[in-house]
């Protein structure tokens, strides 16, 4: 066979783990409704085949190229300009990793949770699935918009059918939330496709046409940007959620059903700094750089405000809707630091998040399962009667709170520095985060593991080899990152590089000269040392 | 080549990892071999390195396994550093680790927590290792932190109780506090060195006259202390380490007494070049040590509690420490780091066999006349009590009379500050030792019932009493005729990548310092053995006379109701009103929930009119064209 042959398989990699699922949804259409295992283990075959499918991308991914790899371009509306374009670089590599291995997890935790309609339920699982891979890989703003928009309705029926006493305001809150906001994206979207036949090109929807029209935004008046990135960080900022854009998380939360809330704060938070990452730093760089006050303080107010508020949350639940906010709003800070080290650490507290914070909601699902009730109240001194689960929940807390050797401290440790190079106060701000992230979640694990042991809870099982197993994978997560996120740090290298030279052509110049200047600085005192020394003598 | 010292550290960790996974299958026994082996394999691994390091003094070795993060310019190896300093810290870690998880098999015999309790404590040591050891600041604060997370789960060991947890979490966040200072002082280093690696900064810092980077450096090098201050319970953040005794004694002796809580003074030994730039930095570390000797020394004298005592004696000793590390002696300060575990390691393994004995009684005023029922305990915990005040030939001596006299050079009112203290030392140890061992016993049920401790608990007693004994002599001061060994020996590490490091000479009256501040000692610690030595009778009368002066004593200056007042409540009270204002009624209410309500509201009103009836339509019809016809005909 020639290689020819072979190529396009491989190419389309990719293409083939967004759309499993949805293929497996087709088989699952056929099975009638009170099959409830079949479906159970049925998107549970899926979603790991999906998984193991997408294993390959890691190895077959360049590390030392910042294009975007496993490109598919086909036509598709061509009076529009639009085309089916799909292929990812290594930052959408790592989420869309993220993306199938929590998948897997979201359908296993649910298995007894959920009891009724269990058909509706994994099919739009599965549904969910390609949508958010398919966000990650699209390559054209239109098909972008295809899959950010169509995600909100497999999450909106996850949460308005299985949620809880208040689903339905839940899920409405989070559909008009996010909506209101897509739509100003939307604008922006439009504007800068119309900016194109402006300027006298063939208009297209391709992403890289919208990072190619970078110089000409900045042309237009400034106003022009500083509306276009408005619209954009909107439409993130919802998603994200910053401050004061969050109210919708807490409800939708509380209500969702725990596999609701793992993808939630697993993979759909991250669609929004996805969006900086990708949108608004490389296509309205100058804008973003003139907003820049207001996105640091956004983010630090995020992160000290989501970590008080966390703190006299009642609900653990709320008390861990709460943490993202204050994570998220770390993640923030550190893309918006603009540097590598900044938006590295910025990607990494995405991962992690999407790790501990998932982590943490089946933890809250494991409890409530066993006894319906979720305050902290409820609970106390379960450690005796849970040493596994305790131990499970004491990883994930330190996980969270960024304990080093686990993976949370990576992150925070990239963003802090990079942070500080860009805006030290910032940081230093940022640092409080550290005391109130660990202040929250310990006392939390204090009052919920430790101390005497309610009568009620006397005879709540340990974690089960269901449980364990789909905790596992997790912990061995954020230990790998934690002790050696190297491999993460290749992968992200080039694309990181080539993004902060999108925003700042001349950023690395300019660090090689500072770092020149100061080298120089030191051999001349090292020189000067002695005559030096002997001038202050004189004093 | 040097596999072997990899094993130092990771020893411990693998006997972690067995007890952790294997738990109770291992057995009683098993638990206790792996857990004493490991510990006891690693110390002989350290004496090694440490017999070579002394073989060939200046020595420096780094070894690098591999990347751990590398982004942009922020690169940090996974390696560690044997030299004078990490080495000697090493061998202290791991040998009082090895005799305390020793004594730790017959006095946790009882618990059913057995296994838990020696993953935890072998945990400890690894991270303790790798705080010890590591070659980078983010390596040292995996240690660092690591450390901290033990001390927390041991704490709250006794996690069934409410006391426990409580004092975990307290001692996890005030560290936290200091941690942050650790961070910034971290982030200040990279953005101004362009790197994490101990070495890689000494070097790059030793050639700068000390003007050009002072700021930058006297922040660092502030920020760096005030971690230090989080995990050396030093003013303001010491409140963590009284309430640290809920844990297990043994966990007092290892982690609260002779090795976590030195780390912070570790820390500033191993960035001394750094500090030894920013005089700012030396005389605020100075004064802080100084106030914190003195201030913790005085609540020592009207507590209870037998760990209390020592636990607030641990807090003063440590601003010796520090106190020594702000007079610029380094190799003092961590001299007394070295003699002060020997001897308050015993001294808190002592008390745990008197606690032991009296099956858990810890409150000194229950106590007395436990001589002849405890030789063992007795003597060992008398050398302590010596060696602590400072006599002489016993360790404390050498190690707190260089720091005094060192202090006195600096300034005349540090050293006044730390004889009051080393007095205050000498009583509230007399006072225990006479309240605890002499007189008549004051609960006649729990001493009939007292009985010495076995054997895996008095050999280390014994052992530790030797070198509170003996170590001592590592580092008798030139003034004394010696040459302070000890000093020598560190000066490698204190001064590495320095261009020029000066010798300093001291002068001054030395032996006549000594003279003054061991005579008050022993005039104190008499005074305190005279007045408890017959019972309560003069202590209750003193509490009676200053009942004011008593009450703020023994409440221990209600600095934690104080904190509690002032920081913690305030903090609950400010996320309460953020949420309800913010969240509950500006955003949800008036931008998320108004809109909404309004729009449905609307909605219901123009929906009135749709009432289906042709009447009421064509009433409407009529009136409105009423209406047009008297706006156009009018």
């Known amino acids: ?539 | 080549m040097h596999t072997h010292l990899w094993l130092i550290p990771f020893l411990p960790f693998l006997g972690f990892l067995a007890m952790g996974l294997l738990g109770r299958r291992l057995g009683r026994t098993g638990v206790a071999v792996i857990g004493v082996g490991t510990v006891v394999a690693s110390f002989a691994l350290s004496l090694i390195a440490f017999a070579a390091m002394k073989a060939a003094p200046g020595q420096r070795l780094e070894l690098v396994a591999l990347d751990w993060m590398a982004v942009d310019r922020l690169r940090v190896p996974f390696g560690l550093v044997f030299d004078p300093l990490s080495t000697a810290m090493a061998l202290a870690v791991t040998g009082i680790g090895a005799l305390i998880h020793l004594y730790s098999v017959g006095y946790m015999n009882e618990d059913e927590g057995y296994p838990r309790f020696f993953a935890y404590l072998n945990l400890f040591v690894f991270f303790m290792l790798i705080l010890v050891l590591g070659s980078s600041l983010p390596l040292i604060f995996v240690g660092w932190e690591g450390v901290g997370l033990c001390s927390y789960l041991l704490i709250g060991y006794y996690f069934r109780t409410d006391f426990a947890p409580a004092a975990g979490l307290k001692a996890f966040l005030t560290n936290r506090i200091g941690d942050l200072g650790m961070v910034v002082g971290m982030m200040v280093l990279f953005a101004h060195f362009g790197t994490l690696t101990v070495g890689e900064l000494l070097v790059k810092a030793g050639g700068l006259s000390p003007e050009t980077t002072f700021g930058v450096l006297t922040f660092a090098t502030l920020m760096l202390f005030v971690g230090a201050t989080g995990k050396s319970a030093q003013l303001p953040l010491y409140v963590w380490l009284p309430d640290a005794m809920a844990g297990p004694t043994p966990v007092s002796a290892l982690i609260h007494a002779a090795t976590m809580v030195t780390a912070g003074i570790f820390l500033v030994c191993r960035l001394a070049p750094l500090f030894e730039l920013t005089p700012i930095t030396l005389t605020v570390i100075a004064w802080v040590g100084a106030a914190t000797a003195l201030f913790a020394a005085t609540i020592g004298l009207a507590q209870r509690d037998i760990k209390k005592v020592l636990a607030y004696s641990t807090v003063s000793q440590l601003g010796y420490m520090v106190l020594g590390l702000g007079a610029g002696g380094f190799a003092a300060g961590f001299f007394h780091v070295f003699t002060h575990a020997w001897f308050k390691a015993l001294l808190f393994l002592g008390a745990g066999s008197v606690i032991h004995a009296l099956h858990h009684e810890q409150d000194l005023f229950k106590m007395g006349g436990l001589r002849a029922k405890l030789p063992f305990t007795f003597w060992t915990m008398l050398i302590g009590t010596l060696a602590i005040m400072g006599l002489p030939p016993f360790a404390g001596f050498f190690s707190k009379d260089e720091i005094l006299y060192l202090a006195f050079l600096k300034s005349p009112v540090l050293w006044g500050m730390g004889v009051l203290g080393a007095c205050l030392t000498s009583f509230y140890m007399w006072r225990l030792m006479a309240l605890a061992f002499w007189g008549e016993p004051r609960d006649a049920h729990a001493f009939a019932h007292a009985h010495e401790s076995p054997r895996t608990m008095t050999v280390p007693l014994v052992v530790l009493a030797a070198g509170s004994a003996v170590v001592g002599f590592w580092g008798v001061p030139e003034a004394f005729g010696g040459h302070f060994q000890v000093g020598r020996f560190l000066a490698p590490s204190l001064t590495y990548g320095q261009t020029a490091a000066e010798a300093v000479h001291h002068h001054g009256p030395a032996v006549l310092l000594a003279l003054i501040s061991t005579g008050l000692a022993i005039a104190c610690g008499w005074w305190g053995f005279a007045s408890y030595r017959g019972g309560l009778a003069l202590a209750e009368a003193r509490a009676a006379r200053w009942p004011g002066l008593h009450r703020w004593v023994a409440g221990k200056y209600f600095v934690d109701e104080g904190i509690e007042k002032v920081v913690l409540g305030p903090v609950r009270w400010l996320g309460n009103l953020l949420w309800k204002l913010f969240d509950v009624i500006l955003i949800d209410g008036i931008g998320v929930n108004l809109p909404g309500a309004l729009t449905r509201v609307s909605g219901d009103l123009l929906a009135l009119h749709q009432t289906g009836r042709v009447r009421n339509y064509a009433l409407l019809m009529t009136l409105g064209a009423l209406g047009l016809f008297w706006v156009f005909l009018r």
């Open chain 1, 1 to 539: 066979m020639s290689p020819d042959m072979m190529v396009p398989w491989f190419k389309n990699l990719p293409l083939w783990v967004t759309f499993v699922p949805l293929l497996g949804v087709l088989a699952l259409l056929l099975v009638p409704k009170e099959k409830r295992r079949v479906f159970e283990l049925g998107a549970l075959g899926i979603t790991l085949f999906d998984f193991f499918l997408s294993v390959p991308l890691w190895f077959q991914y360049d590390r030392g190229s910042a294009a975007v790899q496993w490109v598919t371009d086909l036509s598709w509306i061509p009076a529009l300009g639009v085309r089916f374009s799909v292929g990812m670089d290594g930052i959408s590599l790592v989420l869309f990793l993220l993306t199938t291995f929590i998948g897997v997890i979201a359908v296993w935790c649910s298995f007894t949770a959920i009891e009724e309609r269990h058909k509706e339920y994994y099919i739009w699982l599965l549904v969910m699935q390609t949508t958010m891979l398919g966000v990650f890989i699209c390559q054209d703003m239109f098909l972008f918009y295809l899959f950010w928009e169509i995600m909100l309705v497999p999450m909106y029926f996850l949460i308005a059918i299985w949620g809880g006493p208040q689903k339905l305001y839940a899920a409405i809150k989070l559909f008009l939330y996010t909506l209101s906001g897509s739509v100003l994206m939307l604008v922006a979207i439009l504007a800068i496709y119309f900016l194109q036949k402006k300027v006298g090109m063939e208009p297209s929807f391709a992403i890289s046409r919208f990072h190619e029209m970078a110089p000409y935004i900045a042309q237009q008046a400034p106003t022009y940007g500083i509306l276009l990135a408005l619209a954009f960080f909107v439409g993130f900022a919802i998603k994200v959620p910053m401050f004061p854009f969050h109210t919708w998380l807490p409800d939708a939360h509380v209500q969702a059903p725990t596999a609701g809330s793992v993808i939630l704060a697993g993979i759909l938070l991250k669609m929004g700094t996805y969006g900086f990452v990708r949108f608004l730093l490389p296509i309205l760089p100058d804008a973003t750089k003139a907003l820049l006050p207001w996105f640091i303080a956004l983010s630090l107010i995020g992160v000290v405000y989501g970590a008080l508020v966390a703190m006299i949350q009642k609900d653990i639940k709320k008390l861990v809707a709460y943490s993202s906010v204050s994570h998220l709003g770390l993640c923030m800070l550190g893309i918006f630091a603009l540097n590598p080290t900044g938006i590295t650490g910025g990607i990494f507290q995405m991962i992690n998040h999407g790790i501990s914070t998932s982590g943490l909601f089946l933890i809250v699902g494991i409890v409530y399962e066993r006894r319906h009730v979720r305050q902290i109240a409820d609970f106390g001194g379960l450690s005796k009667r849970m040493p596994v689960y305790a131990t499970v929940f004491m990883i994930m807390t330190m996980s969270s709170i960024g304990l080093p050797g686990l993976n949370g401290f990576i992150g925070e440790f990239a963003i802090l520095q990079g942070a500080f190079q860009a805006f030290p106060w910032a940081a230093v701000v940022a640092t409080s985060g550290i005391i109130l992230g660990a202040a929250y979640m310990l006392w939390m694990y204090q009052r919920v593991m430790f101390g005497p042991l309610n009568e009620v809870n006397a005879k709540m099982p340990d974690l089960n080899a269901r449980e364990l197993a789909y905790f596992a994978p997790l912990v061995v997560a954020a230990f790998w990152i934690g002790l050696y996120p190297k491999p993460f740090m290749d992968i992200l290298h080039k694309p990181v590089e080539k993004l902060v030279q999108q925003i700042d052509p001349k950023f690395f110049e300019a660090q090689r000269l500072d770092e020149a200047q100061k080298a120089a600085a030191r051999t001349g005192q090292a020189g000067m040392a002695a005559p030096g020394a002997a001038a202050h003598g004189g004093h």
